[in-house]
């Protein structure tokens, strides 16, 4: 093969990074582009011992290797790996200089959601002074938190106050070869959240990532590690109801969950991205990777609410290691105007009495596309192992579609998997029986929406789930069709 | 209270009904009797404001204002209630929460306050008892579940906590036992006043002997052909519908 113009091209790009940051280690961003001196950069920013530096580079290159996947149901323009900024200084950024540049509509919606006005500024990021309340709430939060030894902080903080841990379980669960996005969260993540609950405690409160949102901007390439000791217990909350904007469209990041023996998590995420307009412009590319392992005895629920992004490649996983373990997985995916989401689950059942259970919820409207993608796996020795799972899609319209896409591998006669799903048209027939009794048909849509997902709204702590069932509502709000 | 006049309706280019006329008065029962494909569901259906119809001729006055100009949800709030032939069921909807929703509805439309949760639960107590419904289904989702009887109790159980002007009983008794007709029928009469009105829709004679009709109205080929006292129902029942075929059939 001779020297073609890509390889030009690619030396080119390289040689530039080369003279581009090696020397401009104080810049607060990195320049565009991938390659194993970005991750040297932003290793070396954030201070990062050398085991992790080699962990980034080592996935660096089991990324490069691998090529993005396509077997979602799921088009979109394909991301330009080398025209992102993989790394800027995780700083408060104000994005917007007053409460007046903030988008009118965008108002309107963090009212009806109820959410007051001091913290509808703080999550638009507008520069404002009396955050003290919130910084006050969560100060009061951590020392409980610390009385019983429990650990929750940025990565990052974890990376250099709690070592032995990060690196005991980082990749354990998701590790790097699992997927690209994974392979290319491990190379260049730059913060997420960090959870340790020691043996046999049960957390009293729900840890929230909201009380931390402010102390460091996450970025693109978010990661999470929740560690859960023997015996322990904690209820874990990802994201709020607030629409979220964000200037990067690309969004890929990983979340491990490890229930040692006896230990149970409870991981409930409500995730509003940005959607896109109603056009389908703009809109944020989700592509998470959600996994837990279980060991005897254990049990992880994953419970989500998924109304943004542009496009949703999600699938909240369980591997069920232990003896007598269990995973759930209870989700309400919604689809608008030109949103797709392709999300699901995998039980992958190793133990002995091993229980799955999924319930999976889809809502499409307008022309989105709304696919259910789940596997059930029972190995060999995972005798009696039992799943149960439910999938039903309700469309609102007539240009919208629902998919649905089972996997089930049994490799035991024991086991017992029962499998329903169901896909209906939101009735005229509902609508017209609530009009008839004096309610509006916004008032009917919600009702009957919110009664379709009761199952899993069920299992959202209180507050959380009374939001859930606003955003559902705003979600959906003149969609019949 | 309503005044029906020359109602031509249609759905899909068809032509059901054709000039129908109607008076109801406050304090009044009319029963709706007529052979299967009459119109009788779809005078109600029309009453109601579903959208499949289409009105091509005629007049519909409801307290002094034009019905058919009124969004459906409007029709209810103003005091209109249908009980359905086929109640709806909505899952994962308790019916308290349904009708708590509906009366705040209606309450909101009204300029009253909505209701208080004590107030309401003892409405539900009060009202539930009239129609002997278990206080168990009125926190169960909305007929989800329910069988025919219990259903179609449900739906006077609504009217109740509704207290509409005018009720319309679409077929209320069909699918029910003689207990459960019995108790639907209680149910009606116990609620009647000199303020509101009945409208009910029957092929069959048996309903009327529990609620007593002040007029009963044969419709047929999308017109009320003929009126008269209660006792016209019996007529019908004793000589079935062919005699009114034979005499109007064109």
Redesign the interface.
Known sequence: MGYTENDLAKDLENSEYKFGFTTDIESDRAPLGLNEDIIRFISAKKEEPEWLLDYRLKCYKIWSEMTEPSWAHITYPKPNFQGISYYAAPKQTKKYESWDDVDPEMKATMAKLGISLEEQQRLTGVAVDFVMDSVSVATSFKSKLKELGIIFCSFSEAVQEHPELVRQYMGSVVPATDNFYAALNSAVFTDGSFCYIPKGVRCPMELSTYFRINEANTGQFERTLVIADEGSYVSYLEGCTAPQRDENQLHAAVVELIALKDAEIKYSTVQNWYPGDKNGDGGVFNFVTKRGICETNAKISWTQVETGSAVTWKYPSCILKGDNSIGEFYSVAVTNNYQQADTGTKMIHLGKNTKSTIISKGISAGKSHNSYRGLVQIHKNAHHARNFSQCDSLLMTDECGAHTFPYIECKNPSAKIEHEATTSKI?E??I??????????E?AIS??V??????VLNQLPMEFAVEAQKLLTISLEGSVG | MLKIKNLHASIDGKEILKGLNLEVNPGEVHAIMGPNGAGKSTLASVL???EEYEITEGTVDFEGADLLEM???D???EGL??A?QY???????SNV???R???N??RE?RGEPAISAKDFMALVKEKSAIVELDAKLASR?VNEGFSGGEKKRNEIF?MAM?DPKLAILDETDSGLDIDALRIVANGVNKLKSDKNATIVITHYQRLLDYIVPDFVHVLYNGQIVKSGPKELALELEEKGYDWIKAEFAH
């Open positions: 009735g027939d509902q017209f029986y609530c009009l008839q009794r004096g309610i509006s048909e008032k009702l009957i919110n009664g379709y997902c009761k199952e | 109601a404001g579903r969004a459906t949800e029709r209810a709030r209630f249908l359905f109640p709806v069921e909505i899952p994962g909807v929460n349904f009708l929703t509906a009366l509805e209606i439309y989702s609504q509704l």
